[in-house]
């Protein structure tokens, strides 16, 4: 059964590459995409994904404020955080994700992906 990844980015052309990146590996699927952080608590909700991918510049809920709500809500499910801003936010002490990979390092995100939910 593959891993169920949902992707939340604001921009429709990153979510796009994202999702096509993951459906070309056998074992991962997209069962969601959202373009805010509310969205994407809401649709992890639903649809109760192995891993999540999101930006931190998203409109409505940022990302940083969403992945805080959605460690609550699933403390099991490991989130990517997929940003421009990857320096600034390894700075931070207190993020609730993951791992921090940078938009313009996007090899290295199926390393990460295949390293937080393992086939």
Not at 6 to 30: F, G, S
């Amino acid at each position: 059964m593959p891993k169920r990844v949902l992707v939340a980015d604001d921009n429709p052309m990153i979510r796009k590459m994202l999702c096509r990146m993951l459906e070309e590996q056998a074992h991962y699927e997209v069962c969601a995409e959202a373009a805010n952080g509310a969205d994407a608590i809401e649709l992890a909700k639903r649809e109760l994904p192995d891993l999540i991918i999101m930006d931190v510049s998203m409109p409505i809920m940022n990302g940083i404020a969403a992945a805080r709500e959605l460690k609550k809500l699933f403390p099991h499910v490991p989130i990517i955080l997929f940003t421009q801003h990857a320096d600034v936010a390894r700075r931070l002490s207190d993020l609730p994700v993951d791992r921090v990979v940078s938009k313009n390092d996007s090899a290295s995100l199926m390393r990460q992906v295949y390293a937080l939910a393992p086939v």
